[in-house]
């Protein structure tokens, strides 16, 4: 018998007969799970077994490869604290999805997992809208690197300069200068400078979409072709609700 409890992010649920669910979780030491929890879509229950809900889960399973059964007790919901705001609960909802779509079952991702949670925590917080916007783009950036399809922004794919780094080739998710990509403007994806540099905050939410831009055309060409999976529909939500109030 294989067993394990851990600190999770609940990412996705699935009806699995009338009452029961296969819940998917996020854990810093087991990465991501699944299980059957029994009687989890009851009027009980169903409250606490949402996405974004930090639990405690309990896990076993007969064998390594079966998928196994779980329990939980839930801690906190960030969902629930965004419910007011269309563009934080789509925000929420896209990363829960991004992350279940995009990593491999059962790594451990320490660094992501805290990542995530501090995002979470920063968007039920109230903190600055542009804080947490620019911490989404970085989650996309740090699934990519996970995946191993990382942009390389260290230098100038044309001329190996390091300023002026405007520019990101589609192709290669190399950096290009201002002057080398400008001849190819209408082709490049833009590099906005809170990427370049953690310690910027976007100026705007037209450059927190040129952001989601970026690391969209990656997720969608690259990491989630070669998984043979499509981006989650609240991703495209979130984007749609970004252009719309950045407009």
Not at 61 to 73: F, N, V
Not at 98 to 104: D, E, F, I, Q
Not at 197 to 215: F, I, K, Y
Request: proline share 5%; hydrophobic share 45%.
């Amino acid at each position: 018998m294989l067993h394990f409890t851990d600190e999770a992010l609940i990412l996705a649920i699935d009806k699995f007969g009338d009452h029961d669910a296969i819940v998917q979780v996020f854990t810093p030491e087991h990465g991501l799970v699944r299980g059957v929890m029994k009687r989890a879509l009851t009027s009980k229950n169903r409250a606490d077994v949402q996405p974004a809900t930090l639990v405690e889960v309990n896990w076993k399973a007969r064998m390594p490869e079966h998928m196994g059964t779980i329990t939980l007790e839930a801690k906190h919901s960030f969902a629930a604290r965004v419910m007011h705001d269309p563009l934080k609960l789509s925000a929420v909802g896209s990363v829960m999805g991004m992350v279940a779509t995009s990593l491999a079952e059962r790594d451990a991702h320490p660094e992501l997992y805290a990542q995530l949670v501090n995002f979470l925590q920063h968007v039920a917080a109230d903190v600055e809208q542009l804080v947490w916007l620019a911490e989404y783009v970085r989650l996309e950036l740090a699934l990519l690197e996970l995946a191993g399809f990382g942009l390389d922004l260290t230098s100038c794919a044309a001329t190996g300069t390091t300023d002026a780094l405007n520019y990101v080739s589609p192709k290669s998710g190399r950096a290009v200068t201002q002057a080398a990509g400008e001849p190819y403007h209408d082709r490049m994806l833009v590099l906005p400078e809170f990427i370049k540099d953690n310690s910027h905050l976007p100026d705007s939410l037209a450059e927190v979409g040129q952001g989601v831009a970026l690391t969209g055309h990656f997720l969608e060409s690259r990491l989630l072709p070669a998984l043979h999976r499509k981006p989650p529909a609240l991703r495209a939500h979130f984007i749609g609700l970004l252009a719309r109030k950045s407009a």
